[in-house]
T-cell receptor, first 111, second 111 residues
Framework: NAGVTQTPKFQVLKTGQSMTLQCAQD?????MSWYRQDPGMGLRLIHY???????DQGEVPNGYNVSRSTTEDFPLRLLSAAPSQTSVYFC??????????FGPGTRLTVL | DAKTTQPNSMESNEEEPVHLPCNHS???????IHWYRQLPSQGPEYVIH???SNVNNRMASLAIAEDRKSSTLILHRATLRDAAVYYC????????????FGQGTTLQVKP
């Protein structure tokens, strides 16, 4: 199993540009989540999904969209990038209350 | 969501045991207690979890107070590789995928 994969690893955007961060898992997990981590801070939940077709907002959802058309994929879309969205983004997946598996992260810089 | 309180930082000597405390006085009867750690420049990784009874695995032990209002993560012999930020997180079944991270405890291990 590849586990949780995220692409790209690094990205630089200009203010106002849009992009999609990709997240995929091959463990058939129903739960998937997106977090952001600002320097020196803990992770904050952006959006999460409890299964294909079902998503909900986390603590900091503004400026981000998600969809879950398949069990495996959970892309995060930045609609109009802002410097405040400069952060490291982590995707995670799990089955039930068991282990949460995290991806390696995407380091995003918005100029 | 029930909250957790952890010390900001702790120090340990290599090959000595480490006890990382976590207070969760508002825990509900069905909250699972999870511990994750984040090594520098990596995504969080699962350490251990439990509900009521103490738990052991190859990485650590989890001691849960009888009233469940606190827990302690025990690393039996700290190594330099154990230097990380340790997060104590409560997970409610049905809210899986919705981890709320606090600031965590930064563990420094001295050779």
């Amino acid at each position: 199993n590849a586990g949780v994969t995220q692409t790209p690893k690094f990205q630089v955007l200009k203010t106002g540009q849009s992009m999609t961060l990709q997240c995929a898992q091959d463990m058939n997990h129903e739960y998937m989540s997106w977090y952001r981590q600002d320097p020196g801070m803990g992770l904050r939940l952006i959006h999460y999904s409890v299964g294909a077709g079902i998503t909900d907002q986390g603590e900091v959802p503004n400026g981000y969209n998600v969809s879950r058309s398949t069990t495996e994929d959970f892309p995060l879309r930045l609609l109009s990038a802002a410097p405040s969205q400069t952060s490291v983004y982590f995707c995670a997946s799990s089955r039930g209350v068991d282990t949460q598996y995290f991806g390696p992260g995407t380091r995003l810089t918005v100029l | 969501d029930a909250k957790t309180t952890q010390p900001n930082s702790m120090e340990s000597n290599e090959e000595e045991p480490v006890h990382l405390p976590c207070n969760h006085s508002t825990i509900s009867g069905t909250d699972y207690i999870h511990w994750y750690r984040q090594l520098p420049s990596q995504g969080p990784e699962y350490v251990i979890h439990g509900l009521t009874s103490n738990v052991n695995n190859r990485m650590a032990s989890l001691a849960i107070a009888e009233d469940r209002k606190s827990s302690t993560l025990i690393l039996h012999r700290a190594t330099l590789r154990d230097a990380a930020v340790y997060y104590c997180i409560l997970i409610l079944p049905g809210n899986t995928g919705k981890l709320i991270f606090g600031q965590g405890t930064t563990l420094q291990v001295k050779p």
